[in-house]
C-alpha cells in the first residue's frame, strides 16, 4: 500500500497546487474586474460633479442612490467634512480572504474637483463580486474531493490490476523455473505496460535457476558434511541414528545383527603428551584398523560418533560370529599398539541387535560392554549377551566389576611407575622429571590410565589411589637412591583440599624429609580454583615439609595471574594448547611473555608442556621459558 499512497499524495499535491492556481487566477482576474470598476466609477463621479452644480448634501445624495459603496467620505478642499460612510459589518467571503492573501484586495479611491471644492474618498462595495468568487471556488473545492474521490479509486483499481498482473507473470515464472522450462515469457503477449516487466522476469527466471542449481549443490555438500566426520571423513552420529533406526524400527523386517562401539583409550593421553597431530593420526589409524575387520562382513558399516568412540554396524552376524570379529579386532589393535608405542589403542563393547529393540538400551548395554572390557587384558573386548541386565540391580555389574579392579591394585599396590623429563632451557633453570603411574590389573596388562582414575573417581577411591602413587614414588627414590633427581607427582584436587589426606601426607613427607625435599607436587589450575581456601592451606603444608608446588594447565582460566598473587606456586606448567605451532601464533607468543615476566618478577618457574617439534622449542626458548617438556623432548620411560 505504500506505493498507493505515494501516487496518491503525489497526485494530491499536483491538484492542490493547480487549485491554488486557478484561485489564484480567479482573485486576479476579478481584481481587474474591480478595478475597471473603480475606473468607471471615477469617470461618472468626474462627469457627474462637472455638470451638476448640486450642493455638496446633494452631492452625496445622488451618490449614494446611485453607487453602493464599502467605504464613502464626502469633504470640502479646506478639510471640513461633509459626509462619512463606512461599512460596519462585513460577511465572510473566502474570496476576500484569498485576494488578502495574495494582495490583490482593492485600495481606497481619492478624487477632487477644484469647481465644486469636493474631495470625495471611497471604496466602492464588492460583495456581489465576492458571492461570485466564493461560488466558483467552493465549486472548485468540491471538483478537489470529487478528484481525491475518482483518483483513489482509479488508483486502487490500476493497482490491483497490476498486482493481479504481476503475480500471474511471476507464477508463471516460477513455475517455469521450477520445471527448468527453457523458454521465457513473450512480451508480445502482454499488455503494453507490463513489457519490461516481462523482460526483468526473464532476466530473473535465469537468474533464478542459475541460484537453484547452485543452492541444490550447495545443499548437497553441507548435507554431506553435515554427516561426516571432518578428521576420519567416516559417518557421523547423525548417519549412525538414522542407520540403526532403520535396522530397528522396522519389525516385520526381522533384521538382526551385532553393534560393536570401540573407545579410543590413549586419545587423552596422546593430544596432551604428543600434540593434536599425533592424536589425529591415531584416530585414522584406529579407524582404518575397524574399517579392516569390517570389510569381511558384507554391508558392515563404520560411524565417529565423538572424539573417541566408534560404532560398527554389522547386519545379519550372529552373537556366536561376533567372537571371531572381536578376536580379528584384537589382533589388528595389538599389532597398531607396537607401532605407536601406546599401552593400549582401544576397548569395544558388543551387543547382539534385532527389529523392534531400543536404540538407547542397545547403547548402554555397549557402554557397560566397554566398561568391563577396560577391567581385562589391553584392547580388550566384551560380548554383552544378556540383555536384562538393564532390569535388574546387576546393571551396575560394570562399575562393580571396575569397584573389584580399583581394590585389587590399591590392596596389591599394582602400580608401575614412568617418568617424562623436563628439560632446562638455560644452566640457571631448576626443573625436575614427572611421575606418570600405570595400573596393572590381576593377569599383569596395563588398565587404561584415564578410565581408571576416572572410575577411582566416581567410586570415591581417588584419595587412596593418590596415597599410593606417593608411596610408590618415595619407595621408589630411596630403593633406587635417586635422592639428588627431582620428581613432580601429579594430585586431584579432591586429595589437595581433603584435610585427613593433608595431615597424613604431611606427617609422610616429615618421615622423610630429605626425599621431601626433592618432590614437587602438580595440581590444576582448574582444581585448585575450586576452593582457594583450602589450596592455600594445602600449599603452605608443603612449603613447610620442603616440598614444592607446580600449578599445571595454567592460562585455562580466567582468573590465572591472581594465583601469582594468592597461591603463590613455585613452578606454573602452561597448558600445552599454548605450546603447539607457539612458533607461528603471535598471539600466543605474546601472551607466555607476559606470563613469564610476571613469573620471573615473582620468582616463579615457568614450564611449557607438549613440546612436539623443533620450532616449537626454539620459540618458546626465545621467550625465555625456563623448562621444556613434551614427546620432542623425550619419551616416558620406566623408573
Same mark, same amino acid.
Request: hydrophobic share 40%.
Given at each position: 500500500?505504500?506505493?498507493?499512497?505515494?501516487?496518491?499524495?503525489?497526485?494530491?499535491?499536483?491538484?492542490?497546487?493547480?487549485?491554488?492556481?486557478?484561485?489564484?487566477?480567479?482573485?486576479?482576474?476579478?481584481?481587474?474586474?474591480?478595478?475597471?470598476?473603480?475606473?468607471?466609477?471615477?469617470?461618472?463621479?468626474?462627469?457627474?460633479?462637472?455638470?451638476?452644480?448640486?450642493?455638496?448634501?446633494?452631492?452625496?445624495?445622488?451618490?449614494?442612490?446611485?453607487?453602493?459603496?464599502? #467605504?464613502?467620505?464626502?469633504?470640502?478642499?479646506?478639510?471640513?467634512?461633509?459626509?462619512?460612510?463606512?461599512?460596519?459589518?462585513?460577511?465572510?467571503?473566502?474570496?476576500?480572504?484569498?485576494?488578502?492573501?495574495?494582495?490583490?484586495?482593492?485600495?481606497?479611491?481619492?478624487?477632487?474637483?477644484?469647481?465644486?471644492?469636493?474631495?470625495?474618498?471611497?471604496?466602492?462595495?464588492?460583495?456581489?463580486?465576492?458571492?461570485?468568487?466564493?461560488?466558483?471556488?467552493?465549486?472548485?473545492?468540491?471538483?478537489?474531493?470529487?478528484?481525491?474521490?475518482?483518483?483513489?479509486?482509479?488508483?486502487?483499481?490500476?493497482?490491483?490490476?497490476?498486482?493481479?498482473?504481476?503475480?500471474?507473470?511471476?507464477?508463471?515464472?516460477?513455475?517455469?523455473?521450477?520445471?527448468?522450462?527453457?523458454?521465457?515469457?513473450?512480451?508480445?503477449?502482454?499488455?503494453?505496460?507490463?513489457?519490461?516487466?516481462?523482460?526483468?522476469?526473464?532476466?530473473?527466471?535465469?537468474?533464478?535457476?542459475?541460484?537453484?542449481?547452485?543452492?541444490?549443490?550447495?545443499?548437497?555438500?553441507?548435507?554431506?558434511?553435515?554427516? !561426516?566426520?571432518?578428521?576420519?571423513?567416516?559417518?557421523?552420529?547423525?548417519?549412525?541414528?538414522?542407520?540403526?533406526?532403520?535396522?530397528?524400527?522396522?519389525?516385520?523386517?526381522?533384521?538382526?545383527?551385532?553393534?560393536?562401539?570401540?573407545?579410543?583409550?590413549?586419545?587423552?593421553?596422546?593430544?596432551?603428551?604428543?600434540?593434536?597431530?599425533?592424536?589425529?593420526?591415531?584416530?585414522?589409524?584406529?579407524?582404518?584398523?575397524?574399517? !579392516?575387520?569390517?570389510?569381511?562382513?558384507?554391508?558392515?558399516?563404520?560411524?565417529?560418533?565423538?572424539?573417541?568412540?566408534?560404532?560398527?554396524?554389522?547386519?545379519?552376524?550372529?552373537?556366536?560370529?561376533?567372537?571371531?570379529?572381536?578376536?580379528?579386532?584384537?589382533?589388528?589393535?595389538?599389532?597398531?599398539?607396537?607401532?605407536?608405542?601406546?599401552?593400549?589403542?582401544?576397548?569395544?563393547?558388543?551387543?547382539?541387535?534385532?527389529?523392534?529393540?531400543?536404540?538407547?538400551?542397545?547403547? $548402554?548395554?555397549?557402554?557397560?560392554?566397554?566398561?568391563?572390557?577396560?577391567?581385562?587384558?589391553?584392547?580388550?573386548?566384551?560380548?554383552?549377551?544378556?540383555?536384562?541386565?538393564?532390569?535388574?540391580?546387576?546393571?551396575?555389574?560394570?562399575?562393580?566389576?571396575?569397584?573389584?579392579?580399583?581394590?585389587?591394585?590399591?590392596?596389591?599396590?599394582?602400580?608401575?611407575?614412568?617418568?617424562?623429563?623436563?628439560?632446562?632451557?638455560? &644452566?640457571?633453570?631448576?626443573?625436575?622429571?614427572?611421575?606418570?603411574?600405570?595400573?596393572?590389573?590381576?593377569?599383569?596388562?596395563?588398565?587404561?590410565?584415564?578410565?581408571?582414575?576416572?572410575?577411582?573417581? &566416581?567410586?570415591?577411591?581417588?584419595?587412596?589411589?593418590?596415597?599410593?602413587?606417593?608411596?610408590?614414588?618415595?619407595?621408589?627414590?630411596?630403593?633406587?637412591?635417586?635422592?639428588?633427581?627431582?620428581?613432580?607427582?601429579?594430585?586431584? $584436587?579432591?586429595?589437595?583440599?581433603?584435610?585427613?589426606?593433608?595431615?597424613?601426607?604431611?606427617?609422610?613427607?616429615?618421615?622423610?624429609?630429605?626425599? $621431601?625435599?626433592?618432590?614437587?607436587?602438580?595440581?590444576?589450575?582448574?582444581?585448585?580454583?575450586?576452593?582457594?581456601?583450602?589450596?592455600?592451606?594445602?600449599?603452605?603444608?608443603?612449603?613447610?615439609?620442603?616440598?614444592?608446588?607446580?600449578?599445571?594447565?595454567?592460562?585455562?582460566?580466567?582468573?590465572?595471574?591472581?594465583?601469582?598473587?594468592?597461591?603463590?606456586?613455585?613452578?606454573?606448567?602452561? #597448558?600445552?594448547?599454548?605450546?603447539?605451532?607457539?612458533?607461528?601464533? &603471535?598471539?600466543?607468543?605474546?601472551?607466555?611473555?607476559?606470563?613469564?615476566?610476571?613469573?620471573?618478577?615473582?620468582?616463579?618457574?615457568?614450564?611449557?608442556?607438549?613440546?612436539?617439534?623443533?620450532?616449537? &622449542?626454539?620459540?618458546?626458548?626465545?621467550?625465555?621459558?625456563?623448562?621444556?617438556?613434551?614427546?620432542?623432548?623425550?619419551?616416558?620411560?620406566?623408573?
Amino acid at each position: 500500500m505504500s506505493i498507493f499512497r505515494r501516487v496518491l499524495v503525489q497526485n494530491t499535491v499536483l491538484f492542490v497546487i493547480i487549485s491554488l492556481i486557478s484561485a489564484y487566477i480567479i482573485c486576479f482576474a476579478f481584481s481587474q474586474y474591480a478595478k475597471q470598476q473603480q475606473s468607471h466609477h471615477l469617470a461618472q463621479l468626474q462627469q457627474l460633479l462637472e455638470l451638476d452644480k448640486s450642493t455638496p448634501k446633494q452631492v452625496v445624495k445622488n451618490l449614494k442612490s446611485s453607487f453602493s459603496y464599502q #467605504d464613502l467620505r464626502v469633504e470640502r478642499l479646506s478639510g471640513e467634512v461633509e459626509h462619512q460612510y463606512q461599512q460596519d459589518k462585513f460577511p465572510f467571503y473566502l474570496s476576500r480572504l484569498l485576494m488578502q492573501t495574495f494582495g490583490l484586495q482593492t485600495h481606497m479611491q481619492t478624487y477632487a474637483n477644484q469647481l465644486a471644492n469636493l474631495r470625495i474618498t471611497y471604496i466602492l462595495s464588492q460583495d456581489d463580486i465576492y458571492q461570485i468568487m466564493d461560488n466558483l471556488l467552493y465549486a472548485l473545492v468540491t471538483l478537489f474531493f470529487l478528484f481525491i474521490f475518482i483518483n483513489t479509486f482509479t488508483i486502487r483499481y490500476q493497482i490491483k490490476r497490476i498486482l493481479n498482473k504481476s503475480i500471474q507473470i511471476i507464477c508463471r515464472t516460477l513455475t517455469r523455473t521450477q520445471a527448468n522450462e527453457p523458454e521465457n515469457i513473450a512480451a508480445h503477449t502482454l499488455p503494453k505496460e507490463f513489457s519490461s516487466l516481462a523482460l526483468q522476469l526473464n532476466e530473473m527466471r535465469s537468474t533464478m535457476t542459475q541460484q537453484l542449481k547452485e543452492w541444490q549443490t550447495s545443499a548437497e555438500n553441507y548435507r554431506h558434511e553435515a554427516t !561426516r566426520d571432518v578428521v576420519t571423513g567416516l559417518p557421523n552420529r547423525i548417519s549412525f541414528v538414522s542407520s540403526l533406526e532403520e535396522q530397528i524400527n522396522d519389525e516385520q523386517t526381522k533384521n538382526f545383527g551385532i553393534l560393536a562401539i570401540t573407545r579410543a583409550s590413549e586419545l587423552q593421553y596422546l593430544n596432551q603428551n604428543r600434540g593434536y597431530e599425533a592424536g589425529d593420526q591415531y584416530i585414522c589409524d584406529l579407524s582404518q584398523a575397524i574399517q !579392516r575387520v569390517g570389510n569381511h562382513y558384507h554391508n558392515a558399516l563404520l560411524f565417529r560418533l565423538n572424539g573417541s568412540d566408534f560404532a560398527l554396524i554389522i547386519p545379519n552376524v550372529t552373537i556366536k560370529e561376533a567372537e571371531n570379529f572381536a578376536k580379528n579386532l584384537f589382533g589388528r589393535f595389538t599389532e597398531l599398539q607396537k607401532a605407536l608405542e601406546t599401552n593400549s589403542i582401544g576397548y569395544t563393547g558388543i551387543v547382539a541387535y534385532e527389529a523392534g529393540d531400543s536404540m538407547g538400551e542397545l547403547l $548402554a548395554l555397549a557402554d557397560t560392554g566397554i566398561s568391563l572390557a577396560q577391567t581385562k587384558v589391553a584392547n580388550g573386548w566384551h560380548i554383552q549377551n544378556d540383555k536384562s541386565i538393564l532390569n535388574n540391580v546387576s546393571a551396575k555389574y560394570g562399575n562393580q566389576n571396575w569397584k573389584q579392579v580399583i581394590d585389587d591394585v590399591l590392596e596389591s599396590r599394582a602400580v608401575k611407575l614412568f617418568y617424562q623429563p623436563i628439560q632446562p632451557t638455560n &644452566k640457571s633453570s631448576k626443573v625436575y622429571s614427572e611421575i606418570l603411574a600405570r595400573f596393572t590389573n590381576s593377569e599383569g596388562d596395563i588398565l587404561p590410565t584415564a578410565s581408571f582414575v576416572a572410575m577411582a573417581e &566416581k567410586m570415591d577411591k581417588i584419595i587412596e589411589l593418590d596415597k599410593l602413587i606417593i608411596d610408590a614414588t618415595i619407595q621408589t627414590i630411596q630403593q633406587k637412591n635417586l635422592n639428588t633427581q627431582y620428581f613432580g607427582i601429579n594430585i586431584t $584436587a579432591k586429595s589437595a583440599h581433603d584435610e585427613q589426606f593433608c595431615v597424613w601426607l604431611e606427617r609422610r613427607l616429615l618421615r622423610d624429609s630429605f626425599i $621431601a625435599s626433592k618432590l614437587i607436587f602438580e595440581a590444576s589450575e582448574f582444581g585448585l580454583q575450586q576452593n582457594m581456601p583450602a589450596s592455600q592451606r594445602f600449599i603452605q603444608m608443603l612449603h613447610r615439609t620442603g616440598a614444592r608446588v607446580t600449578v599445571e594447565r595454567f592460562g585455562i582460566g580466567f582468573t590465572s595471574f591472581k594465583f601469582f598473587r594468592d597461591i603463590k606456586p613455585d613452578f606454573v606448567k602452561v #597448558d600445552g594448547s599454548y605450546s603447539r605451532g607457539i612458533d607461528e601464533d &603471535k598471539n600466543n607468543q605474546y601472551f607466555l611473555r607476559v606470563v613469564v615476566d610476571l613469573a620471573h618478577r615473582l620468582g616463579v618457574t615457568v614450564i611449557a608442556e607438549s613440546v612436539e617439534t623443533q620450532e616449537e &622449542k626454539f620459540a618458546l626458548e626465545q621467550i625465555f621459558i625456563d623448562g621444556t617438556q613434551g614427546y620432542f623432548i623425550g619419551k616416558p620411560s620406566e623408573l
